[in-house]
């Protein structure tokens, strides 16, 4: 499947679960800015379905549904920025299905995942870094070493450069 028609699958989806979600009376407009933003979608007129998006959203009252495609049209146009700010918008309201919210939280993902350990040994430490690449889905295990406490903060700062160069192709800079 290509990358614009799973777009348009979650986007179809997203619509479709606000609208049954939403109260009724509204639904002949909905219907006909709903119906011409597919169209547009369909017809590659991507910058004309963010207009009638955002007038789609303001006219359901800021509805959760159409906020989240309408997030979901930003970031695929790359306003990443504009993308973020309205999903963690939405992620604040208090009504919000657990199911919804985590289809926000999915949108707000990063694209590595960090995580470890730090483990005091006597007077120094063991730092244990894992970080996945959601993209390429795949694992990269670091580690650095403490001998002492004042040493922890180089340490930390060696395992940061590690985990730049392996997987950014940072070049680390040099210490005066």
């Not at 986007?11 to 006909?32: D, F, H, K, Q, W």
């Not at 939405?90 to 999915?106: G, K, M, S």
């Amino acid at each position: 499947m290509t990358p614009f028609l799973l777009f348009l699958a979650i986007l179809l989806l997203i619509v479709v679960v606000a609208l049954r979600l939403s109260p009724p009376g509204e639904s002949v407009s909905r219907e006909t800015l709903l119906s011409r933003t597919f169209s547009q979608i369909l017809e590659g007129r991507r910058e004309d379905v963010l207009g009638d998006m955002r007038a789609l959203y303001q006219k359901t009252g800021q509805d959760v549904g159409i906020g989240m495609a309408l997030g979901v049209l930003f970031r695929h146009l790359g306003k990443n920025q504009i993308a973020i700010r309205t999903h963690r918008s939405l992620a604040t309201r208090r009504e919000l299905e657990p199911d919804f919210l985590a289809l926000i939280h999915v949108e707000l993902a990063a694209d590595y995942l960090v995580t470890g350990s730090f483990t005091s040994l006597g007077g120094g430490a063991s730092i244990d870094a894992k970080v996945y690449a959601r993209q390429t889905r795949t694992t990269h295990d670091f580690y650095a070493t403490a001998s002492t406490a004042d040493d922890v903060i180089m340490a930390i700062n060696n395992l940061a450069w590690d985990i730049g160069e392996k997987i950014f192709g940072l070049c680390r800079r040099k210490l005066r």
